[in-house]
């Protein structure tokens, strides 16, 4: 399994690709170092190297994975992540989900779906698995709406 992948909600324009790229290469980095810092071992400098690899790794390998996807498959997967975040969540109700397929290979494809709202609503955390032409990939954040409406990913 790989931990690479954008969540995009909310995000539109020309600047989408850069701003997947960014977001898929700052998770990836966090990632990577959170699995190298456990790798490293339990002493302060392994844990510290390993954690540097680990997200140097991490973020190119998510920056390079953030490129998979084709301009009708970024346009079908953030659309489908917009919606999933302006869905109404209602107590006692089942958390949304939305899918996406490729316009053009049907083996890529994903699925969106809130795990936890928290903050009155106001706060969601998402998770994503996505197959691009046969790879897996995984990926979970938090999305809070801010003051003007607009949903942004939390640190």
Do not use: K
């Not at 998510?62 to 999933?84: D, F, I, K, P, Y």
């Not at 290979?105 to 779906?113: A, I, R, Y």
């Not at 994503?128 to 003051?147: D, K, N, S």
Request: glycine share 16%; hydrophobic share 35%.
């Amino acid at each position: 399994m790989v931990l690479a992948g954008v969540l995009l909600a909310g995000c539109e324009g020309r600047n989408t690709q850069a701003i997947a790229t960014g977001i898929g290469t700052l998770a990836g980095g966090v990632g990577g170092a959170l699995l190298g810092r456990q790798l490293g071992g339990r002493n302060s400098s392994g844990a510290l190297i390993g954690g540097l690899v680990g997200a140097a790794l991490g973020g190119l390998l998510a920056n390079h994975v953030s490129h998979r996807l084709n301009a009708g498959e970024r346009w079908r997967r953030n659309t489908a992540h917009r919606r999933l975040l302006e869905t109404p969540v209602e107590p006692d109700a089942p958390l949304p989900q939305r899918r996406w397929v490729s316009p053009d290979d049907p083996s890529t494809h994903g699925t969106t779906e809130v795990l936890v709202v928290t903050d009155g609503g106001q706060c969601r955390t998402i998770r994503e698995i996505a197959y691009v032409r046969g790879e897996e990939l995984r990926q979970e954040a938090r999305f809070c709406r801010g003051e003007n409406g607009q949903w942004t990913r939390q640190a």
